[in-house]
């Protein structure tokens, strides 16, 4: 499991009672799941972080993703077998952590200073903030060609109803409105997902009353509304042919090549393109999917995952020397340097190169006006296991809307109890 050792130094000491090697040095161990763009963030920072503390070194250990890496995770928590620091995700799986008897709480600590303010709420838990943010947010929305709209003398959409009216015209103009790539079923989601900012926007306790069981997307208008519209563009014939097998890479082609206009996806997917299709970071501008009322449009966007401390540490203020480090505009420009950002890193000052795509730099846009929302996701562990499945089905035009919200409804039930939560 021990993928790197990485030589670092020191510039301040730490605890006197921190254990050292003979000659001064002191080791932290670090946890990151095995994926490329994690083992190179988490390089581009131990990297960074070594060569200015030159009596520190960083053993970077490696974790898969998905269930069997949570699992890992959460055994060695338990069993005090965790590393130094460890990357995780922000939101609502940190409360499966139970953050308040495994992690050392960063709350009032100098670590957090430049930390957004906005982030450390999916870092928290019973008031308590336990890390910084590691990486970049992604905006989940519309990614949209913008040469097709400056062709056909489009404006970028506030609401629903000029959503579908720039649809109609895409159409006339002999191009695919809005792109579907359903065999990768996951992908089926961004209308449902994607919406929350405007469901939070019309309910405001709709995160906090899901997860009590006192609200439901089937009898919540603006929840319901996500489902209503894959049932819509469905059956105004705005997707692709084909979208029933489309795979994302295909997707992706489409909307690069200005075949299809407008992608329900996340941001990250254009960074990985870049390289092969440089008019990707220059041709694809991102919004948020569009609601009722124009005053009040925003994007819903993945928050990074963040970096933790476990309170068996015997090296806790060197690693929290890691972490304070980590939430610099310096270790973002070391990141930008070996990962494009997919959106705006949430450290107070850190700002995207010039050359950052244009859908990250949309979204830094919709940050800077206060217009996010973090997806559900982040706000409550409710989420059940087929809505992938539901979703494909009602923007096939195989079950309504409203059905497809009651079936997601029923979804989540068995989640919920089994996580224990009140009111189920």
């Known amino acids: 499991m021990l993928a790197a050792a990485l030589a670092v130094a020191l510039t301040s000491c730490g605890s006197g009672s921190e254990p050292a090697a003979d000659d001064g040095t002191t080791t932290l161990s670090f946890l990151v799941d095995n994926s490329p763009a994690s083992l190179d963030t988490a390089k581009a920072l131990t990297d960074a972080f070594m060569q200015a503390n030159p009596n520190i070194t ?15 995770v959460k055994t060695r928590l338990s069993t005090g077998d965790m590393s130094d620091v460890f990357w995780y995700n922000s939101g609502s799986l940190l409360q499966a ?13 100098p670590v957090l200073a430049n930390v957004q303010e906005d982030f450390l709420n999916v870092v928290s838990q019973g008031g308590k903030a336990y890390g910084v943010p590691a990486g970049s947010a992604m905006g989940g929305g519309i990614l949209y060609n913008r040469k097709v709209y400056e062709r056909l003398g489009l404006q970028t959409p506030k609401t629903w109803a000029e959503f ?7 159409k006339a103009a002999g191009i695919t409105p809005v792109i579907a790539t359903f065999r990768e079923t996951w992908t089926s989601q961004l209308f449902v997902l994607g919406d929350f900012y ?18 439901k997307f089937a009898t919540t208008p603006a929840a319901r509304g996500g489902f209503e519209h894959l049932a819509e563009v469905h059956a105004k014939g705005h997707l692709n042919e084909g979208f029933g097998s489309a795979t994302v890479d295909q997707g992706m082609k489409l909307l690069v090549e200005g075949k299809g206009a407008h992608y329900p996806m996340l941001s990250a997917q254009l960074p990985p393109m870049v390289s092969e299709t440089p008019q990707a970071a220059t041709d694809i501008g991102f919004f948020g999917i569009p609601g009722n009322d124009p005053a009040k449009h925003g994007a819903t966007i993945w928050e990074p995952g963040a970096l933790y401390i476990p309170k068996n540490t015997e090296n806790l203020e060197t690693a929290k020397k890691f972490l304070a ?6 270790a973002a420009d070391a990141i930008t340097k070996a990962v494009q950002p997919a959106g705006p890193y949430r450290i107070k000052d850190a700002t995207l190169p010039d050359d950052a795509i244009q859908a990250a730099k949309d979204l830094q846009t919709y940050i800077d006006d206060g217009a996010t929302a973090p997806a559900l996701e982040f706000l409550s562990p409710v989420k059940g296991p087929s809505l992938e499945q539901i979703t494909v089905a009602v923007g096939s035009g195989l079950t309504p809307p409203a059905e497809g919200a009651a079936q997601y409804d029923q979804d989540v039930e068995k989640q919920a109890r089994q996580l224990g939560l009140a009111g189920w």
Do not use: C, H, W
């Open 97 to 109: 952590l139970n953050p308040a008897q495994t992690l050392v709480d960063l709350t009032g600590d």
């Open 58 to 72: 960083i053993e970077t250990e490696t974790r898969p993703g998905g269930s069997e890496g949570d699992n890992i």
């Open 325 to 330: 480090f980590v939430a610099t505009p310096a």
């Open 164 to 170: 579908m009216a720039n649809n109609d015209k895409i």
């Open 198 to 215: 405007n469901v939070q926007a019309a309910a405001p306790t709709f995160a906090q009353d899901y997860t009590a069981n006192k609200a």
